[in-house]
């Protein structure tokens, strides 16, 4: 019987649409799937999305739309989008759906028969953009993973006993494939040993989501029925004969992966979890870093987010998978530049694969009537023969070796420096020289050229076909090899091309990119962006999105409507960190702060007194305007403006940063 193997990538939340940070982990899964069914693994693939919880319901309303009507909609373009990359899933799982909710439930029920759940009243903070509880934070602390500050939660609430998984987990960690990379294991390792405290798992305020059992003014919390789809989609808790048996099969999962800021819910709540239920845990979490765009995380409440589809539109899937394995190294954060983008596409495919594809296939063509040559007898063979032949090996070893440890990007490296080496070995060979004479040693020295050329082509086709499955596809009915989904990788080999080999006809893979494609790509989504920040407002109302800079003096406007850099380069926007804050004698609103901005301290009265107390602002960083003229306020002389998001109806909520920042730095 064939290995199984069961790997998922997170469900994504609908509250925005798909873009290349999502992309991202699919096209990482979509590879490895792709790779362990050439491998002759009975291959399991999941996505999904998560749709219930408070910011989904919060998102449809402010999209004036019902939470079902909401979740449909962006679900169905999470779907259309892998459906046009080609995405291998074997199954999308929507939370929303009947078959999730019942064996949900069932989970739930399973731990609390076994004791692991009671009633409790939970109050602390809450963060709604990552539906997370933030342990130990006060009123008006930032969310530990996206620096939102937190709302304050009162509620009877379910608990599950996390605190009496503390010791297992830490066991569970001992091994270290569990948890991959190592900082990530780190980092869970120090944060249980720390202590854990039992977690609130269902929520009473809202109704959009999944009834506890026997309880249905409570809704499962979004993080317990979100993990538990890795589950309910294989057939847990279902008693039909099939979906059990599916079940059986691929459970445990072998990798669950997941961007590096979920690490926390998917290695200590979600083997806890299991534990509790008396399930088997899976094999490994493996967490890659963020994508960067413009320096920080690509998010949508960020604005900075890159559409998958305007790069499909230029450049194709292929570019972008091969771009985003090879150029991040996996498990750290990589920036994502449509500059670097191309210069990818052309130094490596457009020069490099392609350029080898068409010009060995091209030659063959020409001087072998489109038929794979005879490699020549060995007095015509020559060391740069056999040492092509020995880097081939050592591609396919080192290539399969850093495939298993998600090490992509070394493992594209190795493979393009088989495709460099053969470059080289046809320069220096020059068969072209050799298909211009026709006597029998330069014909059989231009057939072993070529043979060593078109098996190395092979190869690298071979390998590199789960990372572009289109692309590869085109070579090998050009190479006149069949269907490449049948190779069987784990027995590729040197030296296995057929000689006779008639070829398809040949055409190029890989155009060549010009700077226009930049140019497009950028006008593309700077047309989006300008819907984008709508849209942000529309859909995460509790995100700090920079709507409005409250009284920012309005520079002369041109070209309807829009400033110019100089005019934006007027406002000198800087780093401040808060020195003193007090309130302002008879005054509901005003605070007066001291702000170190580097180069001096000033005096700046705000009205935030509603929204922040004076002393959770004492050390934090925020922005100001640092050129605004003086004014006075209650007396008080204010030197500069704070800078902060105002909320329709709501306080308004400081600017801050995610990364640290030294105090005084310029925003531009
Ligand atoms: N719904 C939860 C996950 C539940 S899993 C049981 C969630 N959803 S999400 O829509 O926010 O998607 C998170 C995942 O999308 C990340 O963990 C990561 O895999 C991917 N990414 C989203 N933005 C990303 C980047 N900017 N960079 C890299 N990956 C990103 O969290």
Known sequence: ?????????????????????????????????????????????????????????????????????????????????????????????????????????????????????????????????????????????????????????????????????????????????????????????????????????????????????????????????????????????????????????????????????????????????????????????????????EESKMSKSRGNIVRTETILDVLGADALRYFLLREVVFGQDGSFSFDALVQRYNSDLANGLGNLASRTLTMINRYFKGEVPYPSHAAARSPADDAIADAARRTIREFGDFFSGFQFSRALESAWGLIAAVDRYIVENEPWSLGEKQDHESRARLATVLYTSAEALRVVTALAHPVMPEATTKIWEQMGLGDIRKVALDELAWGQLKLGTKLGSVSPVFPRADKSAIERMQQMEDQQRGVGVEETKAVVPAAPAPEKVAGTAAPATTNGGKISIDDFAKVELRVGMVKIAERVPKSDKLLRLEIDIGSEVRQVVAGIAEAYAPETLVGRKVVIVANLAPRKLRGLESNGMIVAASLEGGKPVLASFLEDVPVGARLK
Not at 180 to 188: D, L
């Open 1 to 293: 019987m064939a290995r199984k193997f069961y790997i998922t990538t997170p469900i994504y939340y609908v509250n925005a649409r798909p873009h290349i940070g999502h992309t991202y982990t699919t096209i990482a899964c979509d590879t490895v799937a792709r790779r362990e069914r050439m491998l002759g693994a009975d291959t399991f693939f999941l996505t999904g999305t998560d749709e219930h919880g408070q910011k989904i319901e919060r998102a449809a309303q402010a999209a004036g739309k019902t939470p079902q009507q909401f979740t449909d909609e962006v679900s169905g373009e999470f779907r259309a989008l892998w459906r046009r990359m080609g995405i291998s899933n074997d199954d999308f799982i929507r939370t929303t759906e009947e078959r999730h909710k019942k064996r949900l439930q069932e989970l739930f029920r399973r731990i609390r028969d076994n004791g692991f759940i009671y009633k409790g009243r939970y109050k602390g903070q809450y963060c709604f953009s990552d539906e997370l509880y933030v342990d130990g934070a006060q009123p008006g602390d930032p969310c530990p993973i996206c620096g939102r500050p937190t709302e304050t939660v009162e509620e009877e609430n379910y608990f599950f006993k996390l605190s009496a998984f503390q010791n297992k987990l830490l066991e569970l960690y001992e091994n270290p494939d569990f948890i991959r990379p190592e900082t990530r294991r780190n980092e869970v390792i120090s944060f249980v040993k720390s202590g854990l405290r039992d977690q609130s798992i269902s929520r009473s305020t809202f109704s959009w989501g999944v009834p506890v059992p026997d309880d249905p003014k409570q809704v499962i919390y979004v993080w317990f029925d979100a993990l538990a789809n890795y589950i309910t989609a294989i057939g847990y808790g279902s008693s039909h004969t099939g979906a059990e048996e599916a079940f059986k099969k691929y459970w445990p999962a072998d990798v669950h992966m997941i961007g590096k800021e979920i690490v926390r819910f998917h290695c200590v709540y979600w083997p806890a979890f299991l534990m509790a239920a008396g399930l088997p845990l899976p094999k490994a979490i493996v967490a890659h870093g963020w994508l960067l765009f």
